[in-house]
């Protein structure tokens, strides 16, 4: 007879600005790897993303809709204080390239410092997603280029009247 483990709850944390199917594919995986999984919409000082938090926890909340096993949040602040506060003590990074690897590296090194029992466990990406990230979505989305094939339908749509309401968008 085979023990079943309990669920488990990780923190799935980004910018998602927007989310891709990328974001996705680390969304489905982690489910089947931890159960339940809490996506958390940061704010990054510094950053001036797209979609406001509201935006992109909205959008992430139609785009998990059918997995019942994900909520969505938002935070602002550090990480290991936040994931305090949810009492949870695994975040999910999803990994495509070397270069996120040593950035992604050094956060979950000075998380760990500042809180030693937060543990960080690494996905590598689809090699289907390898080049995709929101920064390249939203320069193709700019300037009238096909998203479809990099988004879900609803964020499409999103990025199509945010940049129809920009002086000097196509």
């Not at 990780?10 to 990328?22: A, E, H, L, Q």
């Not at 935070?75 to 506060?85: E, P, T």
Request: glycine share 6%; with cysteine; aromatic share 10%.
């Amino acid at each position: 007879m085979v023990k079943q483990m309990p669920e488990k709850l990780v923190v799935y944390p980004g910018t998602f600005d927007p989310v891709t199917f990328g974001h996705l594919d680390v969304i489905e995986r982690a489910q089947k790897l931890f159960g339940r999984v809490l996506v958390a919409v940061a704010t990054k000082p510094g950053k001036k993303p797209l979609f406001s938090v509201r935006e992109r926890a909205s959008l992430l909340a139609d785009c998990t809709k059918a997995m019942p096993n994900v909520g969505v949040d938002s935070f602002s602040g550090l990480l290991v204080d936040y994931v305090k506060r949810k009492k949870v003590g695994v975040v999910l990074r999803g990994l495509r390239a070397l270069s996120d690897f040593e950035n992604e590296f050094q956060q979950a090194t000075i998380n760990r410092k500042l809180s030693p029992e937060f543990e960080t466990i690494f996905v590598v990406t689809n090699p289907k997603y390898f080049y995709l990230n929101s920064s390249v979505v939203k320069e193709i989305a700019s300037m009238n280029g096909k998203v479809d094939c990099f988004v879900p339908g609803s964020v499409e749509r999103a990025l199509r009247k945010k940049f129809s309401k920009r002086p000097g968008s196509i």
